[in-house]
């Protein structure tokens, strides 16, 4: 069945750090400005629209929910129980910082039915998490995640590309690093400069610079084919281009696109294409409708490549995560899996 996020996005003002691409207001004696009628509101409206079929989770996101106070945490906890009880949710999931994880903490998301904790690890390079103001070691990271395991609750993990102090070996480290954690799923973001930031900050002052939209693509598809060749769910690729982010001034400058990971993912075809066209000096495709896009590529970048020697034909039968290529007797036993050949695949990247 699909799966369906309610999400609720929470800012924390209490949050006692002060990460250098973080813009979050600090309010004196504030912890948020999510209420709890405001949480009815946005899981009925979600409800509304939402198939009675799909798997249906609230996730909390925006902050450092195990940040707040053990009370107010209870208190949003205890008010998503009774949609769970009346069978419209069947579970919760949060994100937070892997220095704020505790047995108290998680036993309490566990007896309210927490599925999931996403980590916003962002890098496991000492050096970069010093020069972006995360205040936690990889130790830290490990015995968090270790910690969550343990309660058996499902493990999230983000990491940031182009953090200061980082390059590509960094970030390809602690990609790997990641995936010998064992997560469920995983989130990729580009750093992006945002106003009212130290980040902003340091890149007027030229001691950072962010990364182009074509460098973090490169990165980014060794890193998502990385995570998938290894089992990884990747959830999402590129910040979501809410309202917030698309206001004049707030992003100052950084690798934002609004199908950031369909670009990602039109290069990680092309590879994919290119590497079989060297062998056979053709392409005839057949594969679901859902990704002739893809495999034509941005602005039919990849079929005026290959140009008279790219053929594609739709032919819905076929899962999503699967094509026939080359194989004119349409021989099903031939079938190409894109995401999940991991052979074939990690022999391109």
Same mark, same amino acid.
């Given at each position: 069945?699909?799966?369906?996020?309610?999400?609720?996005?929470?800012?924390?003002?209490?949050?006692?750090?002060?990460?250098?691409?973080?813009?979050?207001?600090?309010?004196?004696?504030?912890?948020?400005?999510?209420?709890?009628?405001?949480?009815?509101?946005?899981?009925?409206?979600?409800?509304?629209?939402?198939?009675? #079929?799909?798997?249906?989770?609230?996730?909390?996101?925006?902050?450092?929910?195990?940040?707040?106070?053990?009370?107010?945490?209870?208190?949003?906890?205890?008010?998503?129980?009774?949609?769970?009880?009346?069978?419209?949710?069947?579970?919760?999931?949060?994100?937070?910082?892997?220095?704020?994880?505790? #047995?108290?903490?998680?036993?309490?998301?566990?007896?309210?039915?927490?599925?999931?904790?996403?980590?916003?690890?962002?890098?496991?390079?000492?050096?970069?998490?010093?020069?972006?103001?995360?205040?936690?070691?990889?130790?830290?990271?490990?015995?968090?995640?270790?910690?969550?395991?343990?309660?058996?609750?499902?493990?999230?993990?983000?990491?940031?590309?182009?953090?200061?102090?980082?390059?590509?070996?960094?970030?390809?480290?602690?990609?790997?690093?990641?995936?010998?954690?064992?997560?469920?799923?995983? *989130?990729?973001?580009?750093?992006?400069?945002?106003?009212?930031?130290?980040?902003?900050?340091? /890149?007027?002052?030229?001691? /950072?610079?962010?990364?182009?939209?074509?460098?973090?693509?490169?990165?980014?598809?060794?890193?998502?084919?990385?995570?998938?060749?290894?089992?990884?769910?990747?959830?999402?690729?590129?910040?979501?281009?809410?309202?917030?982010?698309?206001?004049?001034?707030?992003?100052?400058?950084?690798?934002?696109?609004?199908?950031?990971?369909?670009?990602?993912?039109?290069?990680?075809?092309? #590879?994919?294409?290119?590497?079989? /066209?060297?062998?056979?000096?053709?392409?005839?495709?057949?594969?679901?409708?859902?990704?002739?896009?893809?495999?034509?590529?941005?602005?039919?970048?990849?079929?005026?490549?290959?140009?008279?020697?790219?053929?594609?034909?739709?032919?819905?039968?076929?899962?999503?995560?699967?094509?026939?290529?080359? #194989?004119?007797?349409?021989?099903?036993?031939?079938?190409?899996?894109?995401?999940?050949? *991991?052979?074939?695949?990690?022999?391109?990247?």
């Amino acid at each position: 069945m699909k799966h369906y996020n309610i999400p609720i996005f929470i800012n924390h003002y209490g949050c006692p750090n002060s990460c250098v691409f973080c813009n979050q207001k600090k309010i004196n004696g504030v912890e948020t400005d999510m209420t709890v009628p405001e949480i009815h509101n946005i899981i009925n409206t979600n409800l509304a629209t939402i198939p009675k #079929d799909g798997i249906k989770e609230v996730a909390f996101f925006g902050g450092t929910f195990t940040g707040l106070s053990l009370k107010l945490q209870e208190l949003y906890l205890e008010t998503i129980q009774k949609y769970i009880e009346n069978g419209d949710i069947d579970g919760i999931r949060i994100s937070t910082r892997p220095d704020c994880i505790n #047995d108290e903490i998680l036993a309490m998301l566990k007896k309210y039915n927490v599925k999931l904790i996403e980590l916003g690890i962002q890098s496991l390079d000492e050096m970069v998490l010093k020069k972006t103001g995360r205040n936690y070691t990889e130790e830290i990271v490990w015995n968090t995640v270790n910690l969550i395991k343990n309660y058996s609750i499902n493990l999230g993990v983000q990491m940031m590309i182009g953090l200061p102090g980082s390059d590509f070996d960094s970030d390809y480290e602690t990609c790997k690093k990641l995936t010998s954690m064992k997560p469920d799923v995983a *989130r990729i973001y580009p750093t992006l400069v945002i106003n009212n930031t130290e980040l902003e900050n340091m /890149y007027k002052s030229l001691e /950072y610079i962010p990364l182009t939209l074509e460098k973090s693509i490169e990165i980014s598809k060794k890193i998502y084919s990385f995570f998938q060749i290894n089992g990884i769910n990747v959830i999402r690729v590129g910040l979501q281009p809410s309202e917030d982010l698309r206001r004049d001034g707030i992003i100052v400058d950084g690798p934002f696109h609004p199908a950031f990971r369909d670009l990602v993912l039109n290069e990680i075809y092309f #590879d994919f294409l290119h590497y079989i /066209y060297n062998k056979a000096q053709k392409l005839y495709i057949i594969t679901h409708e859902k990704n002739i896009s893809s495999i034509v590529g941005n602005k039919g970048k990849n079929k005026d490549y290959f140009k008279n020697n790219f053929r594609i034909i739709k032919d819905n039968s076929l899962s999503v995560d699967d094509f026939v290529i080359n #194989d004119e007797r349409y021989n099903k036993n031939e079938i190409y899996r894109f995401q999940v050949d *991991r052979p074939r695949w990690s022999e391109i990247i």
